[in-house]
């Protein structure tokens, strides 16, 4: 069974500029996250769709970052525009959904570098 | 809401030395909890998980954690660790009537030397 595929691995852009994260879940999972993980930290939920609805955006900066899911399937994460504070490494996971035992599946992650 | 603490940010260990990397968590409502590894440039991996029944757990690499509901702690231990064991190990909680939202510690760092 294929894992949860993401790109770019990495991504250094300067501050100001935009940048955007893709991310393919297991197939046939239902929900779908995003994550920030900032160096030393533990990982902290930006979203968390549904299929393609939003069920948790709580801890999104909305005013830089905006994410969709489209068809319920693939999912984009979009900084814009950047700064310095958002250089972390951007981890996307899914679990089959509501019900489950809440184990979810992670990615290899995107490291985002803001200079 | 809840909360995950884990007290030791480094532990060094010698290679066959065992290890307890500690969790404590804070909920007003049940909870399932978690155990992951994270390799260098790798995203996280499953270590063990507790939903329910022994609160002894079991999980991949001979690793194993106790659930302790009144001390509300589900730490992780191996009695012979490995070289390959050094890695950043995160406790998560999950709220068992939630939408499934998980919810970090600030992860351990496992150092184990020869």
């Known amino acids: 069974e294929a894992g949860v595929a993401q790109s770019p691995r990495y991504k250094i852009i300067e501050k100001r500029q935009s940048v955007a994260f893709w991310c393919n879940p297991i197939?046939?999972?239902?929900?779908l996250y995003w994550y920030q993980q900032i160096l030393g930290q533990g990982p902290k939920l930006l979203i968390q769709?549904?299929?393609?609805?939003?069920?948790?955006d709580s801890q999104l900066p909305k005013d830089r970052f905006s994410a969709e899911r489209l068809k319920g399937v693939d999912s984009t994460l979009k900084i814009q525009p950047a700064k310095l504070e958002d250089s972390a490494v951007y981890l996307c996971?899914?679990?089959?959904?509501?019900?489950?035992?809440?184990?979810?599946?992670f990615g290899p992650g995107t490291r985002l570098t803001v200079l | 809401a809840q909360s995950v603490t884990q007290l030791d940010s480094q532990v060094p260990v010698f290679e066959e030395a065992p290890v307890e990397l500690r969790c404590n968590y804070s909920?007003?409502?049940?909870?399932?909890l978690f155990w992951y590894v994270q390799y260098p440039n790798q995203g996280l991996q499953l270590l063990l998980k507790?939903?329910?029944?022994?609160?002894l757990v079991k999980g991949i690499n001979g690793f194993e954690a106790e659930f302790n509901k009144s001390q509300t702690s589900f730490h992780l231990r191996k009695p012979s660790v490995h070289i390959s064991d050094t890695a950043e190990y995160f406790c998560?909680?999950?709220?068992?009537?939630?939408?499934?939202?998980?919810?970090f510690g600030k992860g351990t760092m496992l150092l184990v030397s020869p």
């Open positions: 197939s046939g999972h239902a929900t």
């Open positions: 769709f549904q299929n393609n609805g939003v069920v948790d």
């Open positions: 998560a909680v999950s709220e068992i009537s939630g939408y499934s939202t998980l919810t």
């Open positions: 507790y939903l329910s029944g022994s609160t």
């Open positions: 996971a899914s679990s089959p959904g509501q019900g489950w035992d809440h184990e979810q599946f």
């Open positions: 909920s007003s409502v049940s909870v399932y």
